[in-house]
């Protein structure tokens, strides 16, 4: 089995930062793709960044120059390092990791963290 516990959300001022964390841990051979997903209240879930085994990164244009995404293959952990933050910033975020458990590569999702940005 595989569980994901996401960390790092919270309330913040515009302008400020959080950084969060997505750690898996349970039967994992490898680790392939690394996501931060987000969705605002009445929106759908859009990408915002992902990184690839071989460390590739790609950002949703709304973020690009303020969130960068980074992995720890030793632990298993992709991080978000979210600076200047915006109001329209605000919504639930979600990692999601391409694990091979066995012969096959699923898709799993942490359970979510609320980032709320005041302005």
């Known amino acids: 089995q595989v569980q994901l516990v996401e960390s790092g959300g919270g309330l913040v001022q515009a302008g400020g930062s959080l950084r969060l964390s997505c750690a898996a841990s349970?039967?994992?051979?490898?680790?392939?793709?690394m996501g931060w997903y987000r969705q605002a209240p009445g929106k759908q879930r859009e990408l915002v960044a992902a990184?690839?085994?071989?460390?590739?990164?790609t950002y949703a244009d709304s973020v690009k120059g303020r969130f960068t995404i980074s992995r720890d293959n030793a632990k298993n952990t992709v991080y978000l390092l979210m600076n200047s933050l915006k109001p329209e910033d605000t919504a639930v975020y979600y990692c999601?990791?391409?694990?091979?458990?066995?012969?096959?590569?699923?898709?799993?999702w942490g359970q979510g963290t609320q980032v709320t940005v005041s302005s």
């Open positions: 999601n990791l391409e694990i091979r458990v066995t012969a096959a590569t699923e898709n799993y």
């Open positions: 349970g039967s994992i051979f490898s680790i392939n793709g």
């Open positions: 990184i690839t085994s071989g460390g590739r990164t």
